[in-house]
């Protein structure tokens, strides 16, 4: 299974323990992933607090610096990613590879925004790094076992296409799974004529 394969990913952020404080924690991870994406990262955090429903002292107690926050949408992310790999282990071999791809795509969009405030010489990048390849691995190995996905392209391959196709951004949701469904097309394996 593939989540025996992913390393523990060590996120030094705490998830509140009350369900109130949690609700709200996850409220503004997903309003600074949104502001990240959207308005790069020195969106504003008055208006992340807005978004999230709560108080900027509500952000502060969760995010002391703009660092913090960053770090955890970030990392979240990869979490995010991991679970994504897990959830589409089940599915035939193509439609997992495919299905997570697709969610790669939208970590792609946040890591864009905020990669350069990130220190990527610190361990927990590094560690991301591993477990997202950990995660998205075994779906890549599983499609091309299968016959899916061609045989001469690595993961790493994969994933630097995709991350170079999302770098330059989208018009609007139909041009990035027009785009994507060409870059899965050159990946996918033929049969031979």
Not at 103 to 116: D, G, L, N, P, S
Not at 123 to 134: G, P
Request: one cysteine or more; aromatic letters at 8%; charged letters at 30%.
């Amino acid at each position: 299974m593939v989540s025996e394969a992913r390393p523990a990913l060590r996120v030094d952020v705490r998830r509140p323990q009350r369900a109130d404080a949690r609700r709200n924690f996850d409220a503004l991870l997903a309003a600074a992933r949104d502001a990240f994406s959207t308005k790069g990262t020195e969106a504003s955090l008055e208006d992340i607090a807005r978004q999230a429903g709560v108080g900027i002292g509500t952000l502060y107690r969760n995010f002391p610096t703009r660092q913090d926050l960053l770090r955890a949408v970030y990392l979240g992310e990869i979490e995010e990613l991991c679970l994504a790999a897990e959830d589409a282990a089940d599915l035939p071999p193509w439609d997992a590879l495919a299905t997570w791809v697709r969610r790669f795509v939208e970590y792609a969009a946040t890591k864009r925004a905020i990669h350069e405030s990130l220190n990527r010489e610190a361990a927990e990048f590094s560690e991301a790094r591993d477990a997202m390849y950990a995660a998205g691995t075994p779906l890549f190995e599983r499609a091309q076992e299968a016959g899916e996905a061609r045989k001469d392209v690595s993961f790493d391959d994969l994933l630097r296409m995709i991350s170079g196709l999302t770098a330059a951004g989208f018009v609007d949701d139909e041009q990035r799974e027009r785009v994507l469904r060409i870059a899965l097309d050159g990946v996918r394996a033929r049969a031979a004529e």
